[in-house]
């Protein structure tokens, strides 16, 4: 059940009765881009991470387990699609829900953020109440 406490959107953890916040983690290079979304992001109550590339953001999130990730698909040493291959083909992060962040905009490149698993896909620029939107639709599902 999701729940607001001290503004952190989250859940009471089954058992122990404790406030879990929801994680995002946001795999991007674009340090600008990061820090605008994780002050909307933290603002609205969601504990936020980020990486910026996708060979860190593969092993950030094994190690942080978050319960979203927003990637980029254009960034240095990896690429967003081939991030997401390794995120879902990797046991410990397969079932983590994905957003595709990016600015491709191409109806084959958004077929293909779709066919390779992610949940949603948001073109930058973006509008920020489509973005909050999104992430809130992909927690509650």
Request: net charge negative.
């Amino acid at each position: 059940m999701c729940v607001i406490k001290n503004g952190y959107v989250g859940e009471i953890g089954i058992g122990q009765g404790e406030f879990m916040a929801k994680k995002i983690l946001i795999i991007d290079d674009e340090k600008q881009l990061i820090e605008m979304v994780k002050i909307r992001l933290e603002a609205s109550g969601y504990f936020v991470i980020s990486v910026g590339d996708g060979v860190q953001g593969v092993s950030k999130a094994i190690e942080e387990q978050p319960d979203l990730i927003l990637l980029d698909v254009l960034m240095p040493k990896m690429d967003g699609y081939n991030t997401l291959d390794k995120l879902k083909g990797e046991a410990e992060t397969k079932l983590i829900p994905v957003i595709m962040f990016t600015v491709e905009r191409t109806p084959e490149k958004i077929k293909k953020s779709f066919e390779a698993g992610a949940e949603e896909h948001i073109i930058k620029p973006f509008d920020p109440e489509e973005l909050m939107t999104k992430i809130k639709k992909v927690l509650d599902d």
